[in-house]
């Protein structure tokens, strides 16, 4: 069980850092701390900030867009919070990718202004501002130590080349939907894998036989990754869901 954690934390990062930058930014159409949507206009300037800054913007309540609705880890998700006090307003932003990991937070701004409107729209300027300019995840450490290959195999190399490919993939199977996720099964009908959902819509923990591991969309089709001792597999799935 240990691994199976292991292994779904492991591609949930590469998820992330296999991306070159993230398309989206998907934000509140109504803040928790206000009563209304867009109170004061501010959901509206926040989406005008997020597309200034080069970024296709939706409000978590509208129509997404197909390829973000099949991967939401496409977007980025800000939010505003507040920590006010009696005689200040203070607002600062969080920016979170999909498995809610916090990669950006904005300075915390504050206001002795008495009047509502005019406090949240300085704090809200002032928290959005210093993200500017901020917003970009192509240098950090981990894409530096993790490199996505994509051969007809599709082998994804960590650090020293601990993943290997299996030699034939998995062919013709058929997704029947069960509770907490599918069995998929071949035209005998046998049960080759059982899965089970996770927040992710492209992995699920996947169990075949006595391997535990994870079945993950990539580029190149579906995947099912499991360890045999301290050495990790790839073995390419063909399935219809």
Known sequence: MKKVVLIIGLF????????????????????????EANKYGLS????????SEGYEVYYDNEKLPDDLMKNRCLALFANAF??????MTKIYFELKDCTTNTLLKSQLATSREKE???????????????????????????IQNVEVVETPKEVVEVYKNEISTSAEATNNLFAITTANGYKL????????????KTSADNIFIALKDSKSG??????????????????LFSEKVEVKF
């Open 82 to 87: 507040e920590s006010n006090t009696m005689f």
């Open 116 to 142: 509502y409107k005019i406090a949240y729209t300085r704090t809200f300027r002032e928290a959005l501002s210093s993200l500017k300019g901020k917003i970009n995840f192509k240098k950090t450490d981990e």
């Open 185 to 196: 099964v071949n035209d005998k009908p046998e049960t080759i894998f059982v899965l089970k």
């Open 214 to 231: 994870v079945l993950m969309k990539k580029t190149s089709g579906w995947f099912f990754e499991y360890y045999e001792g301290d050495k």
């Open 12 to 35: 949930l990062s590469f998820v992330s850092v296999a991306q070159e930058s993230y398309k989206y930014i998907i934000i509140p159409s109504q803040f928790s701390f206000f009563n």
């Open 44 to 51: 509206e300037l926040t989406k005008s900030f997020f597309q």
